[in-house]
């Protein structure tokens, strides 16, 4: 700069002036633990380069959820560690010392280390059902269920795919289910499953001696038979509860009807 008074005396003075438009250049320096899935605690770190006024090591901060939120500034905030289970979307920052602000571009921290959680689906662990096959189900909030990995083993024989045990006979069982999510995590469940398909034996009447009752032969032979259940119906009229009907003399239709525990 030069400066010239009324007299003609000149002053010259120079300065230097730095221009640094371009915000620093990003990346990360272990980019392989990213968009997969880990089981273990993750550290991802980054780097900055800028020709210009150069990067401020205090200015350094990141997002685990895709830029909406940022951390305070730090040196040390150029890596971030990630112990829970769960999917991140980090992005690291940095300035330069001109206050140009720099990104990487998002990428995903995925881990988990937890196994799907299974149970059943219309079947109940230790009660008894009236259909013959039973069928599992599993839910994992983090990588999810992996349906294709499902396998399930009937009374202890071996393991074949699907989550859907079939023609099981009538009686007690034992059935043993497998699934993994997509980060690899395995896991397993055994149940009871108690089936009987087979409808309650009413046979043999058998009138009873001296007053005008009949008892019929009700059994079942799998999940037996359920006493509150058992009704009996003189002439397609009302249904009355117990083991033995009234029949007033005459002809008439007597007709019991029983459940089973399935």
């Known amino acids: 700069l030069t400066a010239i008074d009324n007299l003609g005396n000149s002053c010259v003075k ?33 780097a900055a380069s800028d020709s210009g006024s150069g990067v401020r090591v205090d200015s ?3 997002s685990k959820d895709g830029g909406r939120n940022y951390g305070r500034t730090s040196t040390a905030a150029s890596s971030a560690t990630f112990t829970e289970d769960g999917r991140y979307s980090v992005i690291f920052s940095a300035s330069d010392f001109a206050g140009n602000r720099g990104y990487t571009s998002a990428a995903n921290v995925l881990i988990d280390r937890a196994a799907p959680d299974i149970g059943l689906s219309g079947s109940a662990d230790g009660v008894w059902q009236n259909f013959n ?12 269920v992996n349906d294709e990995s499902w396998t399930c083993s009937l009374d202890e024989g071996p393991y074949e795919s699907g989550k859907t045990a079939r023609n099981l006979s009538d009686g007690k069982h034992v059935v043993s289910f497998k699934v993994s999510d997509f980060a690899g995590n395995s896991g397993s469940a055994v149940f009871n499953i108690y089936s009987d398909i ?6 043999d009447f058998t009138r009873l001696t001296k007053i005008n009752e009949v008892r ?20 397609g009229g009302e249904a009355h509860h117990g083991f033995e009907g009234f029949v007033p003399e005459g002809i008439h239709r007597l007709e019991f009807s029983a459940s089973d525990r399935a």
């Open 14 to 46: 120079t300065y230097s002036v730095f221009v640094d438009s371009i915000s620093p250049e990003l990346r990360l320096l272990n980019p392989e633990v990213t968009e997969v899935w880990m089981k273990k605690d993750v550290t991802l770190r980054a």
């Open 60 to 62: 350094w901060c990141w």
């Open 133 to 144: 096959f039973v069928t599992a189900s599993a839910s994992d909030s983090v990588s999810y």
């Open 198 to 203: 087979t409808l309650p034996v009413i046979e």
């Open 216 to 235: 019929p032969v009700l059994y079942d032979l799998t999940s037996g038979i359920v006493d509150s259940l058992v009704f009996w119906r003189l002439d």
